[in-house]
């Protein structure tokens, strides 16, 4: 675990602008060429409720969040109470002169004189945590010039002012941030080039890259904010992004842009997915290529709608009536996002099969630093053939299952497609011998997917006696719990799975049995890794650490539990 790291924590109120400030803080960080891990908690209302924007900060990798605040920046006097407890022993609270702060180590500041409209406050609280942190103001200056720029000189030149005159109080005052490690007090290395990014816009990114040109949507927290990034930056690149009256529409309206030659994908969370389970399976009959982008968050029902949660894996994989092929991708960092959106087209295509990218709320919208995609390494996928002889058969039965694939109006080639079960050709049939064979070849397309899936990675202790095993967006918590534990005394290594369907077990079973302790970490209640890699191999999890409230995982979450369970 990096020992030079700090974690921040703003807190307030929905609508009093926290975001603001972890967003230009982080972005200053970034630019200074430091990394960082932001972990946002909010509540599902649009005003009020108490939401956090943490942002963990070092000059080394960063790979998870942490419960230990250094700085404490509370915009309200529920977060002093709430996350006091919180801080470490030489941690700070940066808070209004008027809040209540007790005993506790704090900058008491002047906020309606350095910001006497309150609506400015959120921007002199940014510039006494920057002042806090020895962090120059140019960046964050630029930001803000950028920013607000739309909204006129005027409105710039205020919040500048505002910003300013906070940075310079706080440089007045008499107070030492003990907290702060030697690599943030002193001056910060020139900036990296490294992008701040989310998990949900790499996802758009990887999509765009793979030839991304038709999303239809309804909104849905968490995953609206991939539609909304393909609108925002494919714009000048052609891509369609339409929002539907229902997830109904959008499956079916990806389908049919699909099967018109499009690379379609639509995006949603669990309960939105739940409409589109009738259209997986209807591209699973028709052999079109779909990317879905399954966003989760607590359930059931409405659930926990802004929280974080891993209890979808088994919808993803059991979705649709009847029996096709499919693959989940379970991208663990903000990079595996890119690189997983972008091979799920690619799948997707190879096999024409639904292809999902399985990811949750907490890597949706954590900001990590990340450097520059190298798009070079991406190579362009291909689509559907334009060109075909009047004989063409749409579903003929080859070899591997995949039959070519042409866009109807493009040549001489009748393209017949139905959802009922069909004949070579595509025309309904109830012969149940044809049926046989449809369906065989259909299922053939399985071992596509599993010649080309991502292979499980280990990080770590590459011979350890004990392995935590993890998908998605265990990874970095998994891996600062591997260091930690170690470190205790055992060692212990990871097992990453980025692609949980279709399983080979030849290409993880001897690192499980090769453990003396295999510990299944996921986000949810039952584990569904775990029983589905039993199910598919026989291999029973020693121990499993389970976490379905809603927050993500720490190390200290992972190795507090395994030690318990000793």
């Given at each position: 675990m990096p020992e030079t790291s700090v974690n921040i924590l703003v807190g307030g109120e929905a609508g009093q602008g926290l975001v603001t400030i972890g967003e230009f803080m982080a972005k200053a960080l970034v630019r200074s060429g430091y990394e960082i891990h932001v972990t946002q908690d909010y509540m599902s209302r649009v005003r009020g409720g108490h939401n956090t924007f943490a942002i963990r900060t070092g000059p080394d990798p960063i790979w998870a969040p942490v419960e230990d605040v250094d700085i404490l920046v509370a915009l309200d006097q529920e977060t002093i109470d709430l996350h006091k407890s919180q801080l470490t022993g030489q941690g700070v609270v940066i808070a209004d002169e008027a809040f209540d702060v007790g005993d506790l180590p704090a900058l008491s500041v002047p906020f309606k004189e350095l910001a006497p409209k309150p609506i400015f406050r959120n921007v002199a609280a940014l510039g006494v945590l920057a002042s806090t942190i020895c962090h120059d103001i140019e960046d964050l200056e630029q930001l803000l010039t950028k920013t607000f720029g739309k909204k006129g000189d005027e409105v710039v030149e205020q919040n500048l002012e505002v910003l300013r005159a906070a940075y310079n109080w706080r440089k007045e005052q008499d107070f030492v941030v003990e907290c702060m490690p030697p690599s943030l007090v002193d001056v910060?290395?020139?900036?990296?080039?490294?992008?701040?990014?989310?998990?949900?816009?790499?996802?758009?990114?990887?999509?765009?890259?793979?030839?991304?040109?038709?999303?239809?949507?309804?909104?849905?927290?968490?995953?609206?904010?991939?539609?909304?990034?393909?609108?925002?930056?494919?714009?000048?690149?052609?891509?369609?992004?339409?929002?539907?009256?229902?997830?109904?529409?959008a499956m079916n309206m990806a389908l049919g842009a699909s099967f018109a030659g499009a690379k379609a994908m639509v995006a949603t969370?669990?309960?939105?997915?739940?409409?589109?389970?009738?259209?997986?399976?209807?591209?699973?009959?028709?052999?079109?290529?779909?990317?879905?982008?399954?966003?989760?968050?607590?359930?059931?029902?409405?659930?926990?709608?802004?929280?974080?949660?891993?209890?979808?894996?088994?919808?993803?994989?059991?979705?649709?009536?009847?029996?096709?092929?499919?693959?989940?991708?379970?991208?663990?960092?903000?990079?595996?996002?890119?690189?997983?959106?972008?091979?799920?087209?690619?799948?997707?295509?190879?096999?024409?099969?639904?292809?999902?990218?399985?990811?949750?709320?907490?890597?949706?919208?954590?900001?990590r630093s990340v450097a520059p995609f190298d798009l070079n390494a991406y190579p362009q996928i291909e689509g559907p053939l334009l060109e075909a002889d009047p004989y063409y058969v749409r579903h003929a039965l080859v070899p591997n299952g995949v039959s070519p694939r042409v866009v109807p109006g493009t040549s001489k080639a009748l393209v017949v497609l139905d959802s009922d079960e069909h004949t070579p050709d595509g025309h309904i049939t109830e012969d149940l011998d044809v049926r046989i064979r449809m369906n065989n070849k259909r299922l053939k397309k399985a071992k596509v997917l599993a010649r080309d899936m991502f292979q499980p990675v280990r990080y770590e202790d590459e011979d350890p006696e004990r392995l935590l095993v993890c998908w998605g967006t265990t990874l970095g918590a998994a891996r600062e719990a591997a260091r930690l534990l170690t470190s205790l005394g055992e060692r212990t290594g990871v097992l990453h799975f980025q692609q949980v369907w279709p399983l080979v077990p030849e290409q993880f079973m001897s690192a499980l049995e090769g453990a003396r302790e295999v510990v299944f970490v996921e986000g949810n209640a039952t584990g569904q890794l775990a029983a589905l890699i039993r199910q598919q191999t026989g291999f029973v999890a020693h121990k499993q650490v389970l976490r379905y409230d809603g927050l993500p995982f720490t190390a200290r979450y992972i190795a507090t539990a395994v030690e318990q369970s000793e």
């Open positions: 910060g290395p020139e900036g990296s080039g490294r992008l701040m990014m989310q998990g949900n816009q790499a996802i758009a990114l990887g999509a765009l890259a793979a030839g991304c040109n038709f999303c239809p949507f309804y909104p849905m927290t968490p995953s609206t904010s991939i539609p909304l990034a393909l609108s925002a930056l494919g714009r000048d690149l052609g891509v369609v992004v339409e929002q539907v009256e229902d997830e109904i529409s969370s669990g309960g939105g997915f739940a409409l589109m389970c009738e259209g997986v399976s209807l591209a699973g009959m028709t052999e079109t290529p779909i990317v879905i982008a399954l966003i989760q968050r607590p359930g059931p029902a409405t659930g926990l709608p802004t929280r974080t949660e891993q209890a979808d894996l088994n919808l993803a994989l059991y979705a649709g009536h009847g029996e096709f092929p499919r693959a989940i991708l379970t991208p663990g960092t903000v990079e595996e996002c890119f690189e997983l959106a972008h091979k799920a087209f690619d799948l997707a295509e190879r096999s024409q099969s639904p292809v999902f990218i399985l990811s949750d709320q907490y890597l949706a919208d954590s900001y």
